[in-house]
């Protein structure tokens, strides 16, 4: 069965520290993304990766970085922690559907608390 | 900027009714249009998609139906049941290009049917 695992189901941390949040797809996608939920928000896109060392940032890139050194892993970083990044956080990798479209695979996600 | 417009918000049916969930796209450039069925502690999972040379989508009890003059899609559910009890997300993608078939997605509409 195709994977992506998030690394961490929860997480709380402290105001202003960095944070790390892992993600690996077993599926040799080429594209990678990093989402943040919000209720009443839905889903926005943070950044996007279409190849080893490749990113794009999305809608909402602001405090936030990413790591692309492997095809498998892509890597979201919070650089400062902020209370306003309490979210959570879903990793999806994606191919081609043959429908012309791209379907998503998504992980079960990592709910961020920042306080 | 929301690209996507859902509603409604949240939605309550009674099983076996027909529950309807809409959302209107101002790109005219997407020429994708998924939904994707989130379950809680679950990412979104693909649902169904269409593409604008169909007017219509059937798969089982789901339905998509897609006007694109109008630049709206919905979704409907036949005959409810408890277990379709989730969150509902459209998107919408541009499929070619360098938009590596990247998601914007709708708020999210949270359904509920009662049994």
């Known amino acids: 069965d195709v994977k992506v695992t998030q690394s961490s189901r929860y997480l709380v941390k402290r105001t202003g520290e960095k944070v790390f949040l892992e993600c690996v797809q077993d599926m040799d996608h080429e594209n990678m993304f990093w989402y943040r939920q919000d209720p009443g928000l839905g889903l926005r896109l943070i950044y996007f990766?279409?190849?080893?060392?490749?990113?794009e940032k999305g809608d909402i890139p602001e405090g936030y970085s990413v790591s692309r050194e492997k095809k498998e892993r892509f890597s979201l970083i919070l650089e400062s922690a902020s209370t306003n990044q309490t979210s959570m956080y879903l990793c999806a990798s994606s191919s081609p559907t043959g429908t012309g479209g791209w379907g998503y695979t998504f992980g079960s996600g990592t709910r961020l608390t920042v306080v | 900027q929301q690209q996507v417009k859902q509603s409604p918000q949240s939605l309550i049916v009674q099983k076996g009714g027909i529950s309807i969930i809409n959302c209107a796209y101002e790109?005219?450039?997407?020429?994708?249009f998924p939904w994707y069925q989130q379950f809680p502690g679950k990412g979104p999972a693909l649902l169904i998609a269409i593409r604008p040379d169909v007017s219509e989508k059937k798969e089982g009890r789901f339905t998509i139906s897609f006007n694109k003059s109008a630049k709206q899609f919905s979704l409907h559910i036949m005959d409810s049941q408890p277990g379709d009890s989730a969150t509902y997300f459209c998107?919408?993608?541009?499929?070619?290009?360098?938009?590596?078939?990247?998601?914007?997605f709708g708020q999210g509409t949270i359904l509920t049917v009662h049994p």
């Open positions: 990766s279409y190849d080893v060392k490749m990113k």
């Open positions: 998107a919408a993608s541009m499929a070619g290009g360098t938009s590596y078939g990247k998601l914007t």
């Open positions: 790109n005219t450039a997407f020429d994708y």
